[in-house]
Structures are given as C-alpha cells and as structure tokens.
C-alpha cells in the first residue's frame, strides 16, 4: 500500500513499513497532527520473471 498527504511530502509505504497496518497507523498519526488530507493506493504484486 501507498498513502501519501495530498498537502505536504508525507508518505508511507508497505516497503518502507512492515505491515499495511502501520501504514495506515502512520497516515491516522499524520492526519491527527496536521489535519492534512491523506490518501492510499493498493500497489500491485510485484511481477514474477522466470529465466528460461
């Protein structure tokens, strides 16, 4: 998951973070501190290349 502040370069995501959760912990934590909007974005599974 990628969220990130629609206001400021506040960001949060599944990489950075080890859960979607403290994702989602980050993204509450910066909305209730700053009254930014925040948004998030279920990022795809990253795509499989078998060598032959």
């Known amino acids: 998951m990628y969220t990130y502040c629609l206001e400021c370069e506040w960001q949060a995501t599944t990489v950075a973070s080890e859960t979607d959760a403290v994702a989602s912990e980050?993204?509450?934590?910066?909305?209730?501190?700053t009254g930014h909007t925040?948004?998030?974005?279920?990022?795809?599974?990253p795509a499989v290349i078998l060598e032959s």
Request: charged share 25%; glycine share 0%; proline share 12%.
């Open 26 to 33: 980050s993204a509450i934590e910066h909305f209730v501190e």
């Open 38 to 45: 925040v948004e998030s974005v279920r990022l795809p599974p």
